[in-house]
T-cell receptor, first 115, second 115 residues
Framework: GNSVTQMEGPVTLSEEAFLTINCTYT??????LFWYVQYPGEGLQLLLK?????DKGSNKGFEATYRKETTSFHLEKGSVQVSDSAVYFC??????????????FGKGTLLTVNP | DAGVTQSPTHLIKTRGQQVTLRCSPK?????VSWYQQALGQGPQFIFQ???????QRGNFPDRFSGHQFPNYSSELNVNALLLGDSALYLC??????????????FGPGTRLTVL
């Protein structure tokens, strides 16, 4: 079955540091890939997505590139802010027949950014 | 444009009771998926509803059931509650054009505590 493995946290950085959160996946077909963010006490917000190999998703300074050859979708940001402190989830969505899609998530990575 | 809404925000039940959670999808969306997120874990897919039918189901027992109404809103029912059912229940909505990936948008969740 499909699975997503992402970097174990927690990750603690100083403001303006460079961020990388690793994500690799296992899928039988050609999934779409997503990063969602969850702020304390809230639901999930879509951060960015990529639907095919070599696509780059970007939003709010965050970027991730769909690498089919390494089955990876690592999240990066050049300069983090305190407001980026949250839990980040990597996920994949794959067609499973009859127009059915579901999301498979990683376990999440807690990011804390200190001033 | 209202996003995905869920009610109630919090709920406390005792073992053996039954609970109903509600979800209204984002305007223009016709598909509702439900996820269970245990503390410190990524969301797990419960089931998905489209055209008032359950289209796909994750690895959850029959105690978990659902319904979708003609206005696309949805309910999640859990019978015979167990302590292990304590979690954040997330609803996600999407639009299902044929042959393309649907991006799922999440509500704020319902926090269920079983005592």
């Amino acid at each position: 079955g499909n699975s997503v493995t992402q970097m174990e946290g927690p990750v603690t950085l100083s403001e303006e540091a460079f961020l990388t959160i690793n994500c690799t996946y296992t899928a039988t077909g050609y999934p779409s890939l997503f990063w969602y963010v969850q702020y304390p006490g809230e639901g999930l917000q879509l951060l960015l997505k990529a639907t095919k190999a070599d696509d780059k998703g970007s939003n709010k300074g965050f970027e991730a590139t769909y690498r089919k050859e390494t089955t990876s979708f690592h999240l990066e940001k050049g300069s983090v802010q305190v407001s980026d402190s949250a839990v980040y989830f990597c996920a994949l969505s794959e067609f499973s027949g009859g127009s059915n899609y579901k999301l498979t998530f990683g376990k999440g990575t807690l990011l804390t950014v200190n001033p | 444009d209202a996003g995905v809404t869920q009610s109630p925000t919090h709920l406390i039940k005792t073992r053996g009771q039954q609970v109903t959670l509600r979800c209204s999808p984002k305007s223009g969306h016709d598909t509702v998926s439900w996820y269970q997120q245990a503390l410190g874990q990524g969301p797990q897919f419960i089931f998905q509803y489209y055209e008032e039918e359950e289209r796909q189901r994750g690895n959850f027992p029959d105690r978990f059931s659902g319904h979708q109404f003609p206005n696309y809103s949805s309910e999640l029912n859990v019978n015979a509650l167990l302590l292990g059912d304590s979690a954040l229940y997330l609803c996600a909505s999407s639009f299902r054009p044929s042959g393309t990936t649907d991006t799922q948008y999440f509500g704020p969740g319902t926090r269920l505590t079983v005592l």
